[in-house]
T-cell receptor, first 114, second 113 residues
Framework: DTAVSQTPKYLVTQMGNDKSIKCEQN?????MYWYKQDSKKFLKIMFS???????INETVPNRFSPKSPDKAHLNLHINSLELGDSAVYFC?????????????FGPGTRLLVL | AQSVTQLDSQVPVFEEAPVELRCNYS??????LFWYVQYPNQGLQLLLK??????LVKGINGFEAEFNKSQTSFHLRKPSVHISDTAEYFC???????????FGAGTRLAVHP
């Protein structure tokens, strides 16, 4: 029943590890996004995919690699985790590209790097 | 480049009082504006959005916002708040043709009994 879901909800890991976050949407949307929310609650877009094609890639370290196996899924893999990667990562989706379409957000994945 | 400024980081208010959360944007092109709410430990939920047409936009939970082009503002209002409105509120502008949301820093609304 959930529109945009993310797993895991919480992730605690050591510096240097590699981890993945998964996102799935059952809304039939074409476009998916990853946002990062830092400790001060500031939200910034990281990536966007439209029909499995990367269309937005903000100045994110290349340790972060998104992958979209199909339109309903957008995963985020992070290599060599650093302390500064600790944040809440939100997945979102929207129906089409452009036109002011509403973005629907997942519940977030709280990543803590020790 | 487009940007969003939320003028208040925190707004304390008593229950049943009116509230206004302020948002200013900068953009050289037509804008699409949004207000999202984030309850503790949850994702973001759309309150309302302005795309075109009437400058007064009504949203969920009794919230409304007014788009003012001359003042480049999109302030959020509610005539009477409830304890359950305690949350973080984010104003955002849509950038370019790729649906990139540019968020303000957020305003923490704290409703007290």
């Amino acid at each position: 029943d959930t529109a945009v879901s993310q797993t895991p909800k919480y992730l605690v890991t050591q510096m240097g590890n590699d981890k993945s976050i998964k996102c799935e949407q059952n809304l039939g949307h074409d476009t998916m996004y990853w946002y990062k929310q830092d400790s001060k609650k500031f939200l910034k877009i990281m990536f966007s995919y439209n029909n499995k094609e990367l269309i937005i890639n903000e100045t994110v370290p290349n340790r972060f690699s998104p992958k979209s196996p199909d339109k309903a899924h957008l995963n985020l893999h992070i290599n060599s985790l650093e302390l500064g990667d600790s944040a809440v990562y939100f997945c979102a989706s929207s129906q089409v590209l452009g036109g002011g379409e509403t973005q629907y957000f997942g519940p977030g994945t709280r990543l803590l790097v020790l | 480049a487009q940007s969003v400024t939320q003028l208040d980081s925190q707004v304390p208010v008593f229950e049943e009082a009116p509230v206004e959360l302020r948002c200013n944007y900068s953009s050289s092109v037509s804008v699409y504006l949004f207000w999202y709410v984030q309850y503790p430990n949850q994702g973001l939920q759309l309150l309302l959005k302005y795309l075109s047409g009437s400058t007064l936009v009504k949203g969920i939970n009794g919230f409304e916002a007014e788009f003012n082009k001359s003042q480049t503002s999109f302030h959020l209002r509610k005539p009477s708040v409830h304890i359950s409105d305690t949350a973080e509120y984010f104003c955002a502008v849509l950038s370019g043709g790729y649906n990139k949301l540019i968020f303000g820093a957020g305003t923490r609304l704290a409703v007290h009994p």
